[in-house]
C-alpha cells in the first residue's frame, strides 16, 4: 500500500511498484482517504505486505500557524498508520524521509576538522554573509557530504515531524519485530511537482515563474548547493527499499541523492537557459528556516540498496523545465 499514491511521489512510487509487478493499494487524501482515520486503514490493510508511506505535509510552510498542520499529518498520522500496521500484522515499512532532518549540513575547518555551525545569525544573513563561520574561530568553511550517521538537528517544522516519524517507526519496529526502511530524499524534482503553492521546492517555483514570463528569484548569492534527484529515480529507490535487507525490530536509513550537487543559481540558469528565459535574479533575500549549504552522501544506498540515480541534472532539467 502507497500512502500518499496521488501526490507528487507517491504517484511515481506506486507506478514504479506495479512496473515491478507489484499489486499496489492507494491511500490518498485526494480520494478522500485520510491516513489519520483508523477506520479507513481497516479496510485497506487486510492483505497488505509492506506500506509505502509517502503522505506528508511538506515544504519549509509559511509561518508558525502552520506547526499544527505539520503535527497533525506528519507526527499523529504516522502514529494512527503504524498502530493500524500493528493491528494488521504488516511487518515492513518504508518512509519517505528528508534531509532535512540534518538541519545545517557537514562542513570542515581547515584549523578544526568537522564542525556543526549553529543556527546563522540575523546580522550575518542581513549583511549578505550566507556561509556559515567556523564555530569555533570563525574562520571559512568547506562543505563536506553528509552521512547517515550524522546527528539529526531539524531547523524547521516540517524536519522536526519528519524526524518523529523515523523515531515513531523505529519505535514501532522495535515493539513489533518490523523492520522501517527510512529514505532521506534529497531535493526531488520532475513531473507533477506541484506548481503554485508556497509549500512546493524551489524547482517547482522557479519554473511556474518562467513560464509566467518571470526571471526566478534566486534567494541568498545563488551559491547555496543542493543535491536535485529526479522524482523517478526517487520511485527507484522506493521499489528497491521494499525488499532491501532490514533486519526485524530496526529501522535502517540511507541518503536517496543524485550524487552530483550544483548550487540553486545554477539549477535556475539551466531553467531559464531551456526555456529561453527570463534570466534569473539573484535577490539577497533569504528565509530564515533556510540552511546553506546539504549535500548527501549516496555511499551508503549505492552498497546496501543498488540504488545508483540514472537521470542526470542536464537531462532532469531539461526535461522538467518543458513538462
Ligand atoms: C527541500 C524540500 C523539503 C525536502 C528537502 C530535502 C520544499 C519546500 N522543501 O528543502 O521538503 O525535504 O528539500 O532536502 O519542498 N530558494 C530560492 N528561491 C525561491 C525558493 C527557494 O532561491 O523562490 C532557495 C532557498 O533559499 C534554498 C533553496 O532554494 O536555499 C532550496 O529551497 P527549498 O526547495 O524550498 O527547500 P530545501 O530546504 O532545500
Known sequence: MVTGSAGFIGRHVADALRDAGHDVAGLDIRDGADVRDPDALDELLPGVEVVVHQAAKVGLGVDVSDLPGYASVNVYGTAVLLAAMARHNVR???????????GEGRYVCAEHGDVRPGPRAVEDLERGRFDPPCPRCGAPLDWAEVGEDTPPDPRNAYATTKLAQ????ANWARETGGSAAALRYHNVYGPHMPLDTPYAGVAAIFRSELRAGRPPQV??????????????????ANLAAVTADVPAGTLRAWNIASGSPHTVGEMAAALAAERGGPRPQ???RYRLGDVRHIVASP???????????EIGFDAGMKEFARS
Do not use: K, N, P
Open 219 to 236: 534567494f541568498e548569492d545563488g551559491r547555496q548547493r543542493r543535491d536535485f534527484v529526479h522524482v523517478r529515480d526517487v520511485a527507484r
Open 282 to 284: 539573484v535577490t539577497g
Open 166 to 169: 523515523e523515531h515513531l517507526a
Open 92 to 102: 515492513r515499512l518504508v518512509l519517505a524521509s528528508s534531509m532535512v532532518i540534518y
Open 299 to 309: 555511499a551508503r544506498a549505492a552498497a546496501e540498496l543498488g540504488f545508483r540515480a
